[in-house]
Every structure is written in C-alpha cells, then in structure tokens.
C-alpha cells in the first residue's frame, strides 16, 4: 500500500482469549437450530446495529478453519485497514463512528436472471445460516492474523441470483459517502473502493461474505455490515461495506490495480514467489508474534484453489 510502519499493539490491549472460548462453550451447549443463526442479525426491530454489537448465536463451525491460535478481539478491531478512514491502522478504529450502516442496502444488476434491484440487508442475509470460518489474512503489506470469521459462501449468493452465461466476474462496490468517510474527502484513494473476481473464484467455497467475528456483528472497522473475505488472495482483496454486487462480463477494474498498476494486479494471490516490488513476499509478520513467519502459497489453502489456475504464470498475473 502506500506503506507506513504502524507500531505494535501493545500486549496489554489483548484480550484473553479464554473469554472468547467460554462464550463458545456456552453457545455450543445450546443447541438451537442452524436455521435460525441469523435470527441476531436481522433482529427483531431489523437491521444490523453499528454499535453495540450483537450476539450471533448457533455458529455452524467449518472444516475450512483453522486451528491456529487466533488474534486477539483488539487486534483484530484496532489494527486495520480501511483508507475511507484515514490511512493509519489506528485510524478506522479512530473514525469509525462516523459511519452509519443502517439502514443499509445493497444494489444487485448485471447478467442475472434475477430481479435487479435495492435490497436491504435482511434481504440479502435471509436465506443464509451463518457459519464461523477461522481464517488466516495475509496482508500484502507482509503482516497476518488469525480471524474468526462470521458469515456464509459467497457461492450462495451468487447461486441465488442466478448469473447468466454472459457473467464471468463479478465486481463489488464499498460505499461512497464523503460526508461520512473522511479519506473519501481527502481522495487519498479512487473512490468509491471497487474489487472483483472470475465467477469460478466467487464459487469457491472459500469465497465468503463476512457478518461477524468473534460471534458479534462487524464493528464498522473491520467493515460492516457485510465484506468479503477471500483467504488465499491478499487482504486489498477483501473489500468492505458492501453497497454493490455486480455481475459483469468483462475483468473489473479494481481500486488498487487503478491507483499502482505495476504493484498491485486483479489477481492477488498470495504468493511467497513474487515479491512485492518494494519489499520481499516471502515472510510475514502475524500480528502479536515477534517472529516473522514463511508466507505459504495460496496463504496456506492450495488444497482448494490451486486447480483454477493450473498452466497460468503467476508472476505475470500478480
Ligand atoms: N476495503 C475498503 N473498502 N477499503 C480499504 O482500504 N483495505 C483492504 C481490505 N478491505 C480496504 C478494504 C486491506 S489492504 C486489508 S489488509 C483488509 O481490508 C484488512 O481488513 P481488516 O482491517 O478487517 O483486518
């Protein structure tokens, strides 16, 4: 990105994680029914609440998590990402209160069969039980956590909407309101934040939409009420506050690819191979840990990706 070392979290903003694990307990005793875990989340009055967060109860666990030890709720929600606010990991944090994600809608249009059209978040999460995904994000920047992720495959959504032949990606809009986003006002970035996928890569089952975390509702920094979550590319990936899911023929154009094209591609694989052009891609730092780490191919999830680009030059298509 446009790089600026952030200091370290300090250890005394980390939460225990036994916490977290307490509360897990006591949500797997309950033993309500799948269907219902979005219950939460469309609420009784309806809509995601910005602050404070809510529970979501009666998490579906996946066998694509990992069992590595997770990051820290505070770190997870204090070190961030999101130029809309600013461009220190401090400032989404910071600023995040000035955002209001309610209500809030998402345009769905394109090559779909489906009705194009305004739909509001309960409409868009309705039919999905929500699942919790532990995944690892690699940034591009050369740091990582551990996430535990709320949300459902993205593969759903695009089935629900049935894409035409004539759909080969799909592109993603984050919202664009200057009054609200301060770095919109500045123009540090294009706005408003634009990314997209080859339809096969929407498929996967590890594409997903992303509710949550640590069982409660996305804080507005880490990009509520709904973001996609794509593990094995880098996180630039990963847009949040979605307002758009278009479905398009031809490759989008997406922000950071605009803004440094000799830096920053479609595809963004994480790949330890090809490096950065201004810092190597080979290691990592996860967030919490002195040591650096060995980046991993596909960020670690080869198994189930490295089929969509078998005989395609990854240092060309970065
Ligand atoms: N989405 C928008 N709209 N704006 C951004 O600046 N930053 C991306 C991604 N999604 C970004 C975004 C980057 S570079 C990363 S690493 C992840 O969000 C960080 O997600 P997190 O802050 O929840 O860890």
Same mark, same amino acid.
């Given at each position: 990105?446009?790089?600026?070392? !952030?200091?370290?979290? &300090?250890?005394? /903003?980390? @939460?225990?994680?036994?916490?977290?694990?307490?509360?897990?307990?006591?949500?797997?005793?309950?033993?309500?029914?799948?269907?219902?875990?979005?219950?939460?989340?469309?609420?009784?009055s309806g809509g995601v609440q910005a602050a404070?967060?809510?529970?979501?109860?009666?998490?579906?666990?996946?066998?694509?998590?990992?069992?590595?030890?997770?990051?820290?709720?505070?770190?997870?929600?204090?070190?961030?990402n999101f130029y809309e606010f600013g461009l220190d990991k401090e400032d989404p944090k910071r600023y995040a209160h000035e955002l209001t994600v309610e209500p809030w809608s998402v345009r769905v249009e394109g090559h779909i069969n489906r009705p194009a059209a305004d739909y509001t978040l309960e409409d868009i999460l309705q039919p999905h039980p929500l699942?919790?995904?532990?995944?690892?994000?690699?940034?591009?920047?050369?740091?990582?956590?551990?996430?535990?992720?709320?949300?459902?495959?993205? !593969?759903?959504?695009? &089935?629900?909407? /049935?894409? @035409?032949?004539?759909?080969r990606y799909v592109r993603f809009e984050t919202l664009?309101?200057?009054?609200?986003?301060?770095?919109?006002r500045r123009r540090n970035l294009t706005y408003p934040y634009v990314e997209g996928l080859r339809m096969d890569e929407a498929l996967n089952p590890l594409a997903i939409l992303v509710v949550g975390l640590y069982g409660k509702t996305l804080l507005n920094q880490n990009g509520a009420p709904l973001r996609l979550m794509v593990p094995w590319k880098?996180?630039?990936?990963?847009?949040?506050?979605?307002?758009?899911?278009?479905?398009v023929e031809e490759q989008p154009r997406n922000t950071w690819n605009v803004e440094i094209p000799h830096e920053?591609?479609?595809?963004?694989?994480?790949?330890?191979?090809?490096?950065?052009?201004?810092?190597?891609?080979?290691t990592e730092r996860r967030i919490g840990s002195f040591f650096r780490q060995r980046t991993q191919m596909f960020n670690g999830y080869g198994d189930q990706v490295a089929h969509m680009y078998a005989g395609m030059d990854l240092a060309a298509n970065y």
């Open positions: 990105m446009l790089i600026k070392q !952030a200091p370290d979290i &300090r250890s005394s /903003e980390i @939460t225990p994680e036994h916490v977290y694990y307490n509360r897990r307990q006591f949500i797997g005793a309950s033993g309500a029914a799948l269907g219902a875990a979005g219950a939460a989340l469309l609420g009784g404070p967060q809510e529970d979501i109860p009666n998490l579906a666990p996946s066998p694509f998590s990992t069992d590595e030890r997770l990051n820290s709720f505070e770190e997870i929600t204090s070190y961030n699942e919790e995904r532990i995944y690892r994000l690699r940034c591009v920047e050369a740091w990582s956590m551990v996430v535990p992720w709320v949300g459902f495959p993205l !593969a759903d959504l695009v &089935r629900r909407f /049935e894409p @035409t032949s004539r759909a664009y309101r200057p009054e609200e986003f301060r770095g919109q880098y996180g630039f990936k990963s847009l949040k506050s979605i307002v758009k899911i278009e479905f920053y591609g479609f595809y963004a694989n994480v790949n330890p191979e090809v490096n950065h052009p201004r810092w190597s891609q080979a």
